[in-house]
Each structure stands twice: as C-alpha cells, then as structure tokens.
C-alpha cells in the first residue's frame, strides 16, 4: 500500500536530520547509528495506511544498542504510536504491538551502555501515545455518530413538517367548504327569493338582490382570504416562497401590512423556515378574516440560534379569536420544531408571538 504523502515527507524529513546528528555524534558504532536512524523513521510514511506493521518494523530496530537517541527519535514513537492507537485494528494487535515495543525497548536499553531506568521513559512514550490515540479515534466515532443521528433527526422532522403541512392544507380544504358552501347555499336561496318576488311582487326583489350582492361580496372575500394568502398552489408554492411575498400578496388582497424581517435562514433551516412561512400566511389570513381594513404588523427576526415572528393587530376592529383551528395550527408547528407560542390581547392589540429554536 501506498504511504500517504505527508507522512512519507515527514520521515524523510526526520530522517535527514538524525542521519545528520548521528554521523556527526555517533550514538553506535560504525553505520549502526545510521541504520537505526532510518529504521525507526522510514515506517513513519505508513503509520495512516499500515499502522501495525509499520510500528512493528520501526520498533524491530529498537534492538540495535545505542548510547543515546537521535534529538527527534522521541517525537517519532509518538508519531507512530498515536496512528498506531488511533486507526490500528483490531484491538488485540494493538496490544501485542504495543507489547512487543515495550519489550524491544527494554532489550535494547539491556543491550545498550544506558541504565535500565532510560527504559522506563521508553515504555510511557509507547503507552501514553496509543491510549491518547485509541480515546480520540472513540471521541471520532462518537462525533460520526451523533451526526447520523442529528441528520436521521433533521429527516424525521421533515417528514413530520410535510405530514403537518397535509394536515393543514386538510383543514384548509374543510375551510374552504364551510364558509364557500354555506355562503354559496344563502347565496342560491336568496336567488329564489329574489325569482320569485319578480315574478310576483316586482317591488319587493330589491331586498333579497341586495342581500344577494352583500354575501357574494363577503364570499369573495373569504375566498380570497383562504387562496390568496394560505392555500398553497400543487402543495409547491406554500413551501418555497418568499415571506415577503406573502406580504405582498396580502396586501394586494386587501390585508395591509407591514412586514420587518431581520436575518435570514440558512439551508439547514428549511424546516424553520417553512414553519414560518406557514405562520406568517395564517396571521395575515386571521387579520383578513378578522379585522378586515386594519394593518397587521409582523415582525420575523433570524437569530443565531432562533427564529422569532410577531405578529400584531389593534383590538380596536378585531374581532379576537379564540381558539380557532388556525391559532391551533400555529401552535402546533411551533411546538413541533421545539419552540413556543403564545396569542394574546397585549397593550391593546391582539397578538401572535412565536419562537423557535434553530
């Protein structure tokens, strides 16, 4: 197998040096400084891609006697056994290795002029290494997985963000059918009426005609209320666009508005942000239904780790609600992303605040 480039330049580096120290301060007799020094070194370019052998072939030459070390001979053992704890496998050739380069630095040392008490910092440069190495290689796989799960989370929550969005437009289509058939039906009674008292009473159809105008107009408003500014068009158009545009809509629906955004989400908010989308549509909605004329003023602030939206209407011509499906519904998307809710009558206005963790 190949060694990876920068471990390969790094024990050539190392190399180099201690080939240095050692022919101008010989730690062993005639090349057997030198041969140490690149035995010990060279396995460095394999300690990623072979970690076992390459410590086994490094320490093999542990057994040479020397009187000294090369200057950087400590931060090879390092090196090499810190690869060796982090990505050597499978556990128990760990330990063997990490064994028998405790042994072979013990005869060395016998070996050698020094005393058997140099053997003891040999052995700690072999263990503390390979423990540091096997406990950041668990702390890498634990990391590995919480983010399995954090996006196996962040997948779950779409799903349940989606499954919410159908229940909605549900509860948009159950809407819709209340007030267009109930309003459809007085309208087409009233047309009765109205055919009748023509045909018999000419001077008498001005009433129904008239209470035939007032409720189309007031359908026509419900409905524009309902598609303009919630109804999502093929289930596309409620889940990509724009706040601001909703705003717009709105207003060209006769709802005026004022609408304050601050910040702006990024793509790991998706959810975050069609939640909002969805909020910010139904208290534009509710100040049409309710307060028809009166502005709404809405505020959406992008945090760092938040997202808040208020929403605020004067109680002067509104009619509060209580605790409609679409308040319901509000409260639900923000409990469901892990935020809060809150509809009140504060101040003399009514109004909508919701926060939402990002």
């Known amino acids: ?39 010990t070194t060279l396995p460095l370019a394999w300690r990623r891609t072979q970690p076992i052998g390459s410590s086994l072939v490094s320490t093999a030459f542990w057994l040479i006697p020397t009187d000294g070390y090369p200057v950087l001979g400590f931060i090879t053992v390092v090196l090499q056994f810190f690869a060796l704890g982090s990505r050597g496998r499978p556990r128990s050739a760990v330990a063997v290795t990490s064994a028998w380069a405790v042994v072979a630095n013990v005869v060395g040392t016998l070996l ?68 267009v058939g109930h309003e459809v039906t007085l309208i087409a009674v009233q047309a009765e009426a109205a055919a009748a008292a023509l045909r018999m009473a000419p001077e008498r159809a001005a009433e129904p005609v008239e209470a035939i105008r007032v409720t189309a107009h007031r359908t026509l408003a419900e409905m524009r209320g309902v598609l303009d500014v919630l109804a999502a068009e093929d289930g596309v158009r409620g889940a990509t666009e724009d706040v601001t545009e909703l705003g717009r809509r709105a ?77 319901t519904g509000m409260r639900n998307r923000a409990e469901l992303l892990g935020g809060d809710f809150e509809a009140a009558v504060r101040d003399g206005a009514f109004s909508v605040r919701v926060a939402m963790p990002l």
């Open 112 to 179: 050698g002029p020094e005393a058997l008490v140099a053997a003891i910092g040999g052995g700690i440069a072999v263990v503390a290494p390979v423990l540091a190495g096997q406990l950041v290689a668990h702390l890498a796989r634990q990391n590995a997985e919480l983010a399995r799960l954090a996006a196996r989370l962040r997948e779950e929550r779409l799903r349940a963000e989606e499954a919410a969005v159908g229940a909605e437009r549900a509860r948009i289509a159950q809407e819709l059918h209340d007030v």
């Open 251 to 327: 207003e060209s629906a006769g709802i005026p508005n004022t609408l304050t955004i601050s910040g702006a989400p990024s793509d790991q908010h998706e959810p975050a942000r069609l939640a909002v989308n969805r909020i910010v549509r139904e208290c534009l909605t509710n100040a049409g239904r309710h307060a028809p004329g009166a502005p709404v003023a809405i505020e959406v602030a992008w945090q760092p780790h938040e997202v808040r939206v208020v929403a605020t209407n004067p109680t002067s011509a509104v009619a509060v609600p209580a605790s409609g499906r679409g308040l």
């Open 1 to 39: 197998m190949m060694p990876n480039r920068t471990d390969a330049a790094l024990a050539a580096v190392i190399a180099l040096a201690g080939l240095v120290q050692v022919t101008l301060w010989p730690i062993a007799d005639g090349v057997l400084g030198q041969v140490f020094v690149l035995g």
